[in-house]
């Protein structure tokens, strides 16, 4: 970020605010809102460098307040894991790649996300299937993860699919992106992506993003959670498209 335009500093802010109360109003969303709207004006790596301090800081607040974490990190360990080995084998796409095929990448990403939001069939996954899956599930999270900066395909959609209970899921929905982020950190530090200086900008970065978290909790039970969950997914479907389609301009 350059001195010389302060404005970054507030539209990197807004979106922050923005993302943290997405995040506090339906539990997700706050690394794929803030990858999607800062990749529109600056290369994904240099997003995903802001994102991912304010993405662990809010998550550890949500794993924190849960009521399962052990029994969550016993079922969820060897996704968990493949998430974390999927973001090593990908990263180089994100740390070394051409800004605008990860522009790409990321656009469609968050499309096909969108379109998960208006799916009607209810996917459950039987307890005996957990045992494969989660590593495939963790796998492909953590490819996209590398590439794009996001991790929550197809990682929330199969958390989604266990049948937990509120409370838990909630809980299940920050840990999985906790893990996420923080491989994305690791994978970004050794590539020379996330410095002293984008560190120090994603630590600010996480006062808005909590700001905006705490504000969206309040409103939680005074908005319909519906009706805000389609105009969210209806918004990452414009956005993704938006992205893919600057490629083509």
Known sequence: MSPDFPWLYVVIAGVFVLAGFVKGVIGVGLPTVAMGL???FMPPAQAASFMVIPAIGTNIWQVAAGPAFMQLARRLWPMLLAICAGTWIASGFLTRGSATETRFALGVVLALYGCTGFTRMQWRVPPRAERWLGPVVGLATGLLNGATGVFVVPAV?????L?????????ALALTPLVAAL????????????G?????AGLLAMLPALAGMYIGQLLRARVSEAVFRRAFFTGLMALGAYLAARNFG
């Open 183 to 194: 491989a994305l950190t690791a994978t970004l530090s050794t590539g020379g992506v996330l």
């Open 163 to 171: 049948g937990l209970e509120k409370d838990t899921f909630i809980q």
């Open 38 to 40: 800062l990749g529109a």
């Open 157 to 161: 959609p199969y958390v989604q699919a």
């Open 196 to 200: 002293l200086e984008a560190a120090g």
